[in-house]
């Protein structure tokens, strides 16, 4: 083919010409928008937007570099994630207009074209407005603490196997144990536990299909998002759809909704209240399409039921969202500790003074104001989202700052974390910084690892249950210390969520 009369190209090669121009342009026609709203921000790569740095060190480290560098230039600043404009507020006082005070500006979040397909799309993470306040509203009794503590005999005996188990594997390896290894297993039987009712025996069976499952499709979620955002425009995901294709690995999806499909049967074919279930999976059945139509009627916070899908969003969010978040909570928190002696030794002896004893429960562990501390410093650390987000509904007035409808908004939570004029040298683990006096006048903003406002975690009460029995049952039980294995501070994968680059060992000897 001629063009202007003197290249003469192939016809193939011009149209891959043309096709690479559209795609540049169209992935790039969005960078002037920062410019235009006067918002500071680092200059855009065509295509990439400004997502090198994220690539080279992971999104925790760009979170907290973004926030120190643009943190004092009018309170937020914009960057490119591909084509998508993202608004990072930096202002802590802007941060609550955002997620508590103006919420109904600020509902949802943005739409990631991995949670955005069939099967997955009606996990609580990914639903907007009236179809979240509904699904909400519905699933939050199911962790109200008097549920918990009704389940709390389940927790107890699986916390007594995690520790034997703990104890045998430690005694056969001269003394060492990889803690993440037996507390994830603990927390996905948890949650399987009371919420399904199901005995998932990871403890016994670490390479269980169930496990296997939910790890891979975790662990690969962080990347899969972050790359096809950066590079595929959204519209790309309906053609996917059409064609059946699913950007998740689909072998995990299906099989985690084909346990749910199971187990849906299995409570069907139970006469009404033969096994008197009261756990999380039967409260949604009882609100769903699929209940029992006898007891059509009054269906309690709500008056729409659930459909067979909303059925299947909400055992996802509740397997996934669940069972990751608290392991990795519980291992850092408790890893943290051991690797910090005169910490361990303080959290011990509080342990023994206020339980005297006694095995931890949702009661006697209340008291244990040190661990709490702890579990504080180890989640401003290791922030299981070093970011959230929100989407503007329409356009709002912030503090005197406009933002336009549609833009998304970063939260920089590990960069909060990370401010040293909140916390000075912010890198070291001292959980005095969460005492009563040294917390008092912090903003309420400065901290957030459960995120904040009506968006905020719905699974922090059984978090931090899990946290404080399953830390006082180990140091009630064990001493601990670095072994020549262990590595600290805790390195993480660096496009990973939060998952650490090396696995966690520590010295482990029964106490006397
Ligand atoms: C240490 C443990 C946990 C941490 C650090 C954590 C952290 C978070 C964070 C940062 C968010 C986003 C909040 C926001 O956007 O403001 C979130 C949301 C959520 N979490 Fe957790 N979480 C934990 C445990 C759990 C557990 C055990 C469950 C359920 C059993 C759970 C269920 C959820 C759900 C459903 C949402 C979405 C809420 C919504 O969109 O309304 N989380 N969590």
Known sequence: MDIFGFIDLPTPVVLLLVCISLYVYFMSNTHGTFKKLGIPGPKPWPVIGNSIFAFKTGMFNTVVAGYRRFQHMGGMYGTFEGRSPILTVTDLDMLREIMVKQFNNFPNRRKYATMDQPMVDKIMFNLDDDEWKHHRALIKPTLNPNRLKASYPRVEKLLRSMLAVMEQKAKSQG???DISLPIGCFCMD???????????????????????????????????????????PHFVKHILDWFGIMIMPKKDVLF??????????VRRSEKDGQRGREDFFQYMIDHSVVRDEKKNGNTGPSTKLLSLEELYGSSLTYFLAGYDTSAKGFFFAMYHLAMNPDCLKKAQQE??????????????????????????????????GPYVERRCSQDTNVLGRHIPAGMNIRIPIAGIHYDPNLYPDPQRYDPERFSPEASKDRHPMAFMPFGAGPRGCFGQPLAMLLMRVGMAAMLQRFNMAPCGKSEYPIRIIPMSDLVPEHDLWISLEPRQ
């Open 351 to 384: 342990v023994d003074c206020v339980l005297q004893g006694d095995f931890p429960n949702p009661d006697n562990v209340q008291n244990l104001k040190y661990i709490d501390m702890c579990i504080k410093e180890s989640n401003r650390i290791l922030p299981l």
């Open 175 to 177: 003394g060492q144990l």
């Open 256 to 265: 985690l909704r084909e346990f749910t499909r199971r187990a849906i049967d």
């Open 190 to 232: 948890v949650i399987a536990g009371i919420g399904f009712d199901l005995d998932c025996n990871s403890i016994g069976n670490p390479k269980n299909d169930f496990l296997v499952k939910a790890r891979n499709f975790l662990d690969t979620f962080g990347e899969r998002t972050f790359s096809f955002s950066l590079f595929v």
